[in-house]
């Protein structure tokens, strides 16, 4: 992850196979108290929630039930994205 305050989102490996690690970080002046991943597929439908609780850390996505393609990993404070990244699962 990139150094500084800001928020930031990390998926590694990407392009995925198995499983990816995602690597959050909220604004440290945050002080938002409903906090979420999500993944979504390319037509925008929500297929996983993550909620996570605390500022920064880390958590496993077992991708096993995806089929290959591109898919959005949304980072969320109070309903409102805050970064997003594209993930890669081939397979």
């Keep these: ?7 930031d989102l990390t998926l590694a490996p990407n392009p995925a196979m198995g499983q990816t690690a995602v690597l959050y970080r ?9 906090r979420s ?6 037509i925008g439908r929500k297929l996983k929630s993550y909620k996570v609780t605390e ?16 898919y959005l990993v949304v980072m969320k404070a109070n309903g409102k994205i ?6 890669s699962i081939a397979k």
């Excluded at 991943?37 to 390319?42: A, H, N, R, S, W």
């Excluded at 805050?82 to 993930?87: A, E, M, T």
Aim: proline residues 5%.
């Design 1 to 7: 992850m990139k150094s500084g305050d800001g928020p």
């Design 26 to 34: 909220y604004a440290s002046d945050s002080k938002e108290a409903d």
């Design 37 to 42: 991943i999500e993944l979504y597929d390319v």
């Design 55 to 70: 500022r920064d850390g880390s958590f496993i996505i077992p991708l096993g039930q995806f089929t290959s393609g591109i």
């Design 82 to 87: 805050i970064r997003q990244s594209k993930l």
